[in-house]
C-alpha cells in the first residue's frame, strides 16, 4: 500500500524556537496533503489542508503565521510549528490523497511535539 | 466541531469475543470509513462503505450503514489481542468529495488474552 513518511516522530524543544515536521508520499504522488492534530486521549483535529504548488487552507481557529505550511512539490509537505510554546505540545500527523479524487487517505506516524 | 460521535469511548473484551462500535454523524455522506490508530502511531484504513451500501465486510471486519439514522457501526469478529487499537469513524465534510475527513471522537478498544 501507499508509504507516508512522517519526520521527526518525536521532537522535544524550548519554548520560543521553531519546529519543523516534513510529511512524504514515498511511493505516490499527493497533490493534497492534511495535517491533523491528537491531544492524548482525544481525536484528530483537522489542521489546514496542503496543496501542492498553492497556500494551504487552515480551519476555523487555527493561525497561518503560527503554523507555516508548504508544499513544495507533490510529494513533501512540511509544517513549521514557529515560536513554540508549551501549548503547542502535542501529538501532530499528516496524511496524504493519492493522485485526483483519492477517497482514502495515507497517514504518517505522527510527530509527538514537546515544548518545554 | 467534529462530524462524528462514538460509542462506546471505551471497550474491554476477552479475546475471541466480538467487539461492537457505533459511529453517528451529523451531515450528508458520500462514504464512511473507519481507521484504526495504535498508541502513539497513525491511522490505518480499515474499510470504507459508501452511502448506497448497508453493509460492507472484509475479513474478521463487518460495517454497516444506516443513512437514515446516520449512523454506523463496525464489529470486530473473534478479537485477538492484537486487535487493542483506537478506532474512529471519518467523513469528509459536505456531500462533495473534498478529501477533507473528519474523524469521530473514537473508541478505545482494549482485547485481554
Known amino acids: 500500500g501507499a508509504v507516508v513518511s512522517q519526520h521527526p516522530s518525536r521532537v522535544i524543544c524550548k519554548s520560543g524556537t521553531s519546529v519543523k515536521i516534513e510529511c512524504r508520499s514515498l511511493d505516490f504522488q499527493a497533490t493534497t496533503m492534511f495535517w491533523y492534530r491528537q491531544f492524548p486521549k482525544q481525536s484528530l483535529m483537522l489542521m489546514a489542508t496542503s496543496n501542492e504548488g498553492s497556500k494551504a487552507t487552515y480551519e476555523q481557529g487555527v493561525e497561518k503565521d503560527k503554523f507555516l505550511i508548504n508544499h513544495a512539490s507533490l510529494t513533501l509537505s512540511t509544517l513549521t510549528v514557529t515560536s513554540a510554546h508549551p501549548e503547542d505540545s502535542s501529538f501532530y500527523i499528516c496524511s496524504a490523497r493519492p493522485g485526483q479524487g483519492g477517497e482514502k487517505l495515507f497517514f504518517g506516524s505522527g510527530t509527538q511535539l514537546s515544548v518545554l | 466541531s467534529q462530524q462524528g460521535e462514538e460509542d462506546p469511548q471505551a471497550l474491554s473484551i476477552q479475546e475471541g469475543e466480538n467487539a461492537t462500535m457505533n459511529c453517528s454523524y451529523k451531515t450528508s455522506i458520500n462514504n464512511l470509513q473507519w481507521y484504526r490508530q495504535n498508541s502513539g502511531r497513525g491511522l490505518v484504513h480499515l474499510i470504507l462503505?459508501?452511502?448506497?451500501?448497508r453493509e460492507k465486510h472484509s475479513g474478521r471486519l463487518r460495517v454497516t450503514l444506516d443513512t437514515s439514522k446516520k449512523s454506523s457501526s463496525l464489529l470486530i469478529t473473534a478479537s485477538r489481542a492484537a486487535d487493542t487499537a483506537s478506532y474512529f469513524c471519518a467523513t469528509h465534510l459536505g456531500s462533495g468529495n473534498t478529501g477533507k475527513l473528519i474523524f469521530g471522537q473514537g473508541t478505545t478498544l482494549q482485547v485481554k488474552p
Open positions: 462503505i459508501r452511502s448506497n451500501e
